[in-house]
């Protein structure tokens, strides 16, 4: 059956962003599923875990999302909490408007939430950037990737490992379904409509020349609770990032996570200004510009892991393990943990140009919200869908 023959009747797709990573991925999605209006329509919601400007509305905007149709505005809490209270304020949203399916995208508390509250009242789960595994059970994404996938009905995969994640765990491999990237369908939409790292200097009162007295500069971004959230960790990891800044000016943007941490545990003193700036939380287009121009990027994103790839900038990471691993067999990647030798050498070689160039990964080709609208509509008007 094609897309034309789906019932009218069907309910909204609901479509739900929680956090700041879920933004570039639904909103490809939401544009694609457009498409295959008025068969399918879409409702957007937001359930408020990431909220403020910086994290949440300014991102919005660069993204060129709908303003939000529901929001549970759940806020920050511990992971109990905030899991239990997107469950709640999810429930009688799915219950009013009863939708042909819920889409989740990636690994956040509010992705699991709203997974279980729609799977226990019988709503199709599409759950996209499926079978991604680090296979550490101590990150809290892993359990929220683990358990979304057990229960979800439609899995939507960016790299083929991630199909061999899910069938070991016994996915039925008719729910598991090859389309590539949407995080990097944003990112190909988005950059030439990147911020020039010197007027995002600027806006902050910061001297553009930082960046052109040097000529290069390095990214970092850290916000993982196993690198930040304990005193000595995040310790060691800025001394290192000293060492790295005495090479090569950091440009580093903090999540506030991070930025309350290296605060409350008096390691401000570790950082130096004249070789590294201090940025807020970055919109889209201002983090993109600045990815797209540097030397290397050192993180512990996951989505800085692919969008650098993508870029072919060379990324550092400093964890011990990926869920990402095409960014490290065909990309720009380089798993570095918190150990102070590899990373000094990794910079190193990047400084000589000797850095990973890597290659495109399959399908990351900024198609892949649009076959998912594709695969999406045939699912949905097929006779059974839900098992
Ligand atoms: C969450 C996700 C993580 C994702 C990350 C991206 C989970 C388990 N974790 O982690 O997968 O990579 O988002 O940012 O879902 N805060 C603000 N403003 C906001 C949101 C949060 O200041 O808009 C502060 C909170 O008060 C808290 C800290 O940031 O102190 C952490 O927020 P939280 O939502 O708990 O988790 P993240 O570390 O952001």
């Known amino acids: 059956m094609t897309a034309s023959t789906t019932p009218v009747a069907l309910g909204p797709v609901m479509c739900v962003v929680g956090a700041r990573p879920n933004f570039m991925k639904m909103a490809p999605i939401l544009r694609a599923l457009a498409a295959h209006a008025p068969q399918l329509r879409t409702m957007l919601v937001h359930t408020g875990q990431h909220y ?25 809490a511990s992971h109990a909490v905030q899991t239990a209270d997107v469950m709640r304020r999810f429930e009688p ?4 408007h009863r939708p042909c399916c819920v889409i989740v995208v990636g690994d956040v508390n509010s992705t699991l939430a709203c997974t279980l509250v729609a799977v226990k009242k019988d709503v199709p789960v599409v759950h996209v950037e499926a079978g991604l595994r680090s296979y550490d059970r101590k990150m809290p994404e892993e359990i929220n990737r683990v358990l979304t996938d057990q229960v979800a009905d439609r899995l939507y995969i ?3 490992s991630a199909g061999q994640n899910l069938q070991r765990e016994g996915v039925a491999p008719e729910r598991i379904c090859f389309v590539g990237n949407v995080m990097i369908d944003s990112l190909l939409a988005n950059r030439e409509h ?9 806006a902050h009162g910061i001297d553009p020349a930082f960046l052109s007295d040097h000529g290069r500069f390095g990214v970092v971004t850290l916000h993982r609770p196993s690198n930040v959230d304990e005193a000595q960790v995040l310790g060691r990891l800025l001394a290192v990032l000293a060492e790295v800044a005495e090479r090569l000016p950091l440009v580093f943007v903090q999540h506030p996570r991070t930025r309350g941490n290296i605060e409350r545990f008096g390691l ?33 994103s996951g989505g800085l892991q692919e969008e650098t790839t993508a870029l072919g900038v060379p990324c550092l990471t400093l964890r011990a393990n990926t869920e990402r691993p095409i960014t490290v ?11 102070r030798v590899a990373i000094l050498q990794c910079v190193d070689e990047i400084l000589q140009g000797r850095g990973k160039r890597g290659r495109t990964p399959e399908f990351w080709d900024g198609r892949a919200a649009q076959r998912i609208a594709t695969d999406l509509a045939q699912w949905l008007a097929a006779p059974r869908h839900h098992d």
């Open 52 to 76: 403020d400007r910086d994290m949440s509305d300014r991102l919005f905007i660069d993204l060129g999302l709908p303003r939000p149709d529901i929001n549970l505005d759940v806020g920050s």
């Open 93 to 96: 949203a799915l219950d009013e």
């Open 158 to 160: 960016t790299e083929r």
């Open 194 to 202: 990147a911020a020039s790292p010197a007027d995002t200097l600027r």
């Open 268 to 300: 401000a003193g570790l950082i130096d200004p004249q070789r590294v700036v201090l940025l807020p939380p970055q919109g889209y287009l201002e983090m993109l510009g600045l990815m797209a121009q540097a030397t290397l990027v050192l993180t512990d």
């Open 329 to 339: 067999d065909e990309g720009t990647n380089t798993m570095v943990g918190d150990d």
